[in-house]
């Protein structure tokens, strides 16, 4: 069964950082590009960052570009972001995700996590 388990949310001050992690079992995670989208309260969840399977292809919304950092440790099976120069408007639910075609639509996922919460504060 494949699960996909974030962890690393919590409350921070605006300008503060955090590292969310996503554990990933029951797939081969070198196959899966890894993502991770964020949905606020009354909006529609959106892309934040992924990182394709090998590692070298990342992309990010230009929401976040420049703050967030995605990678991976294949090893670990475990995808992360980074999330420097934190601003109230970052403040949502993130879910990790993973999927052969994944990009920035959430159709191209096939797998999610449950989501962790990341408030930020001002």
């Known amino acids: 069964q494949v699960q996909l388990v974030e962890s690393g949310g919590g409350l921070v001050q605006a300008g503060g950082s955090l590292r969310l992690s996503c554990a990933a079992s029951g797939l081969t995670f070198t196959r899966y590009t890894m993502g991770w989208f964020r949905q606020a309260p009354g909006k529609e969840r959106e892309f934040a960052a992924a990182?394709?399977?090998?590692?070298?292809?990342?992309r990010y919304a230009d929401s976040v570009k420049g703050r967030f950092t995605i990678s991976r440790d294949n090893a670990k099976n475990t995808v992360y972001l980074q999330m420097n120069s934190l601003k109230p408007e970052d403040t949502a639910v993130y879910y990790c995700?993973?999927?052969?075609?994944?990009?920035?639509?959430?159709?191209?996922?096939?797998?999610w996590g449950q989501g962790t919460q990341v408030t930020v504060s001002s």
């Open positions: 995700a993973a999927g052969y075609s994944g990009g920035v639509y959430r159709v191209e996922y096939d797998y």
């Open positions: 990182i394709s399977w090998s590692g070298p292809n990342t």
